[in-house]
């Protein structure tokens, strides 16, 4: 069995950052199989043919995630992801590198004013209230309005079966 040719409304862009189908068997956390393939390319090309509508709103839902996994990712390699867990963080403003001269607060009668390097932040203390739980609580949703959409359920694994329609 042969995984059919995706609808060109989809973007089939294989391998890269956009690819529609692949993302979207990822959120529904279907096994990468020729079975599930064929079955989600049936899936995306009738949404594709009874609701176009519906491919370009699933798309802008795809590109906000993607998009939020990236500004976390970036979070994450500038080291300030932890300060959006935090309840409470005091410390040098995020990004930037204080050199021994800023640290300085006196030099003999001198007094510089340091506090402009430093900040304090105080936050929820739920984790849905931290920025990285709003930004996962997100995520979540958007790949939960993209499944509802196409009316894919998730994999839970339970029953050796690894795709399923809802039925409406």
Known sequence: MAVPTLNPLWRPNAGSARDDRELIRGYALWPVSEYNLTILTTILNRAADVSPGTV??????????????????????????????????????????????DRQKKADVLEWDTSLLKVRTVSGGRADATAGGVLAARMAQLKHKILQALGIKPYDGGDGSSARLMRS
């Open 56 to 101: 370009a709103r699933c798309q802008a839902w795809i590109d906000e995630i993607e998009d939020l996994e990236q500004d976390w990712s970036d979070q994450v390699a500038a080291g300030t992801a932890h300060l959006s867990n935090a309840q409470e963080y005091e410390g040098p403003i995020p990004g930037t590198t204080l050199t021994r001269q």
